[in-house]
């Protein structure tokens, strides 16, 4: 996958293109993403999805909401798709004022060469949103492009959303955020060091991760987890907070227990999927105290996994 950003300089030829934020890769985005794929597997097509560098409400309103999916994130996932271009657009106060007929003639047809425009039945684009489904259908016959218009996506008989999910995440409903997600809610990144008192003095040594501070993250707590390193599958226990009973950092960090793994991964890319919430981050009376909940926590989801994964320690 071609992975476009920071420039305007681009040209393909013969592509279908999906349009969209794509923020949190859900299973309404999931639909358009099968579209490209079935246009580029029956037409030769190259298959574009063409979204944005920041959020259009931070250039428009000032307003920055946190993301399910950083945009690393978002690449990572999609680089294991047959997706072939991902194009993350500078969105300036000037790109903000296009009119729609521009964004199409401008973008999609002289840069992109487009044959077929993917869009969800709510699409909106366009200076002040002008621009919708009616339009795109109004300017194909013009521009020469065929117009596929994915129809809502609902899971549970409510809408699949970016809104919806992350209400969920911000409640700690892990279960009913990944019904909506393509994948597990999951943060990714690299392993960095930490202070080494899970292995030195507790005997559960972590693999520590520091977010990007725009991501949108769960309730800190302990949370049963799937890890991702390298193509292979693992399960553990997760904490998000700021280490109170130790450090009390005024960051927050992500620390991981993986069980039966004793690997150096520091400096390596994992991701960690978050499947159900146990408990609030605690402060507790000393290391001793904090071992004994740690490895209670470890013995919960090990039977968790067990249950509903069908997972069994060696």
Do not use: W
Request: glycine fraction near 8%.
């Amino acid at each position: 996958m071609e992975y476009i950003k920071n420039t305007t300089d681009f040209h393909y030829k013969n592509t279908v293109v999906a349009l969209g934020k794509f923020e949190g890769l859900h299973k309404g985005h999931q639909l358009l993403l099968d579209e490209l794929d079935h246009y580029k597997k029956k037409n030769g097509y190259t298959s574009v999805m063409f979204t944005f560098d920041r959020p259009p409400k931070l250039v428009i309103k000032g307003k920055r909401e946190r993301t399910i999916y950083t945009k690393s994130e978002r690449c990572y996932k999609l680089q294991k798709t047959s997706l072939d271009v991902l194009i993350e657009h500078p969105f300036t106060k000037e790109f903000s004022q296009l009119s729609p007929e521009d964004f199409v003639r401008n973008i999609l047809v002289e840069k992109l060469d487009v044959k077929v425009i993917v869009v969800g039945f709510d699409f909106g684009f366009g200076y002040k949103r002008q621009g919708n489904v009616e339009v795109l259908t109004q300017l194909s016959e013009k521009y020469g492009y065929k117009l596929v218009v994915v129809p809502k996506c609902t899971v549970h008989g409510e809408k699949a959303g970016s809104t919806l999910i992350r209400k969920y995440l911000q409640e700690g409903n892990l279960e009913a955020a990944n019904d909506f997600l393509n994948e597990p809610y999951s943060i990714i990144s690299k392993v960095v060091h930490g202070n080494a008192i899970g292995r030195s003095l507790i005997g559960l040594p972590t693999a520590n991760q520091f977010p990007d501070p725009h991501k949108l993250l769960p309730p800190k707590g302990v949370y049963v987890t799937r890890i991702i390193y390298k193509n292979n599958e693992y399960y553990g226990i997760t904490n998000i907070g700021t280490k109170p009973t130790v450090e009390d950092y005024e960051i927050t960090g992500v620390e991981t227990f993986i069980f039966d793994f004793d690997q150096n991964i520091y400096g390596e890319v994992i991701e960690v999927q978050f499947l159900h919430y146990k408990r609030p981050e605690m402060k507790f009376s000393g290391l001793e105290e904090l071992s004994r909940q740690m490895k209670a926590d470890a013995a919960y989801g090990r039977q968790y996994v067990s249950v509903h994964y069908g997972y069994h320690s060696k």
